[in-house]
């Protein structure tokens, strides 16, 4: 639980200074989060998640050496437990499917108010999807060829596991699947733990993204 006592523990990756001094100064005003340390390349930002092992990791895109989407990868990979979220000016498709199937939990502009970010860093921290305005819509409409999914992970997804995939592919939260199916959060979470293993993906959002995907391929089961 985030508290000033406990802080969400966040590493800003931005190659300009000027963008890491101003999020470090919008950060600095909510004692629920603390900025560890600082990286301008996608291989520092490895580096510094092994050696800091942050919760959450704010990451831009274009960035020398290595862009943050393979960095993002590289992070899922070796720190699984760190949230990256997607902080940059690029609202283009590619980028924004490409990033989410690397394990990103989020993609925010960077024109985002700062009440909105500081939030979204709460969320993410909390493993809820994160994404700007219109993101998601557009997200949804050009997913074409998204993690390949393993359709016959569906024989073994009970009828409960189904009813709250679907919702999880919509980007519910488990309070809002608790809320709509009439069970306890815990639940939910056993529920969302079960399904990661089963289909073989290792975090909420590519779950999303592989029920969307796999919906499109078979008639056994459709995200309303």
Known sequence: MMTPQNPIRVLLVDDEDIVRYGLKAIAQGTPEIEIVGEAGSGKAAIAQAKTLQPDVILMDINMP??????ATQEISRIQPHAKVLI???HDEA??????????????????????????????????YLQLGP??????CQLLKTPVRPQIEAFE????????????VATGASNREIS??????EKTVKNHV???????GVQSRTQLAIWANSAGEETSSFAVA
């Open 65 to 70: 050496q290595m862009d943050g989407v393979t």
């Open 87 to 89: 902080l940059t000016t």
């Open 94 to 127: 590619e980028y924004l499917v490409e990033a989410m199937q690397q394990g990103a939990v989020g993609y925010l502009l960077k024109n985002t108010p700062p009440e909105d970010f500081i939030q979204s860093i709460q969320q993410a921290h909390k493993g």
């Open 134 to 139: 219109g993101l998601g819509q557009k997200l």
């Open 156 to 167: 073994g997804i009970t009828p409960r596991e189904q009813d709250v995939l679907k919702l």
């Open 179 to 184: 809320e709509t199916l009439h069970i306890t």
């Open 193 to 199: 733990s079960s399904i990661l293993s089963r289909v």
